[in-house]
Each structure stands twice: as C-alpha cells, then as structure tokens.
C-alpha cells in the first residue's frame, strides 16, 4: 500500500482568477486591461534585461502568482509594484534552470543586426525584416499561423477578451494558450533571425 501522499495539483489561472487580476488592477474593466498591458510589457521588458529565456512565459509566471495571491485572499496597495517584486523572485528561480543561461557573443552578434546609420538603411533593414517575416509567417502551418495572428489581433481590453474567447474556443487555460502562442512566436524568431543572416552573409 503506497502512504505517499500525491503531489499537489499544479496551479492554473482560471477566468475568474484572471478576472479577480484584473480588477486589482482598477475596477473599471477599460483602464484595468490598458494597466495589465503596461504592466506585463513592462515584466516582458525587464526579463529581456536580464538575459534570461522565454520572458514572456515569465511575465505570465509572475502574474499567476499574484492572481494566486489574490485567489488567497491576498489585498494589493499597489498591484504594479507588487508584481515587480514578485518578479524579482521568479527571476532568481529561473537563474537556477539548466536552460537558462546568458547568450554567448558569438551567437548573439550571428543573430543581431546591427543598428543602421542612415533613415535610408534603416528603410532598407525594416524592408529586409517584414519581407523575412511575411515568408516565415507563410511557412508556418495554417492552423500555428491562424493561432498567433488570432492572438495577437486587437489591442488593450478587445485583444484580452479575444484571448480568453480563443482559450476557451481552444479548451485549454489562458497560460497554456500563451505558452503555444510563445512556443511559434520562437520558431518564428528564430527563422526570421535565419534568413536575414543568409542575406547579410550574402551581401
């Protein structure tokens, strides 16, 4: 007879817990949304810094664990400022990953492009990177392709309530959602990132 008790079920952000997220952020559903944008482009933004992986899966970590919080009980003064926080501990957990790790010179001067010295080069580097884009996007299969431009259809509160009617279309929860939508937004990098190095290598 196994006495082990089962490990506890994995949390996951149900739409009323998105819902509770939300109104932490202010009452009015309009303002709530813009705020939780602003907030998680800035979560986004400040993974990036860090030189750490999937930071946008990260962003999503951190406001799992708030919306955890507030599912507890929890009050928040300060939402924005609160989810800073919170994003400082889940970076020191991602710090001690195995795959996460600092991007090598090398390799990020193959997958760079460096900064253009005139508006008609910059012209030019924008031109490269939508038509590599656009091809990328046009290799994808239909069903990955219709995902992230459903995905990212809309802004501010439409693009949140697209996101939920999509995860729930979907049957799957608003993270794991994000992290398919994540999971193409890579492969998508890494072919745009491709093709532009073999058209530099080319010139």
Known sequence: MNLTPPPPAKW????????RLLAGFDQDPERAGAKYESV????VKFFDWQCVLFAEELADETFNRVARKLEGGAELQDPATYCHG???????????QPH?????????????????????????AADEQR?????????LPHESRQLVLRYY????????DGRQALALQLGIPL?????RVQRIRDRLEQCVRRGLAREKFRA
């Open 86 to 96: 919170v994003a400082r501990m889940v970076l020191l957990e991602a710090r001690r």
């Open 153 to 160: 259809h809309n802004d501010k509160r439409q693009k949140i």
């Open 40 to 43: 998680r482009a800035a979560l």
């Open 131 to 139: 038509q590599a884009f656009d091809r990328c996007l046009g290799e």
């Open 175 to 179: 993270n794991a959602l994000r992290s």
């Open 100 to 124: 996460q790790r600092h991007v090598e010179l090398e390799e990020a001067e193959a997958l760079s492009v460096p900064p253009a010295p005139d508006p008609v080069t910059a012209e030019k």
């Open 12 to 19: 996951e952000l149900t739409r009323e817990a998105f819902a």
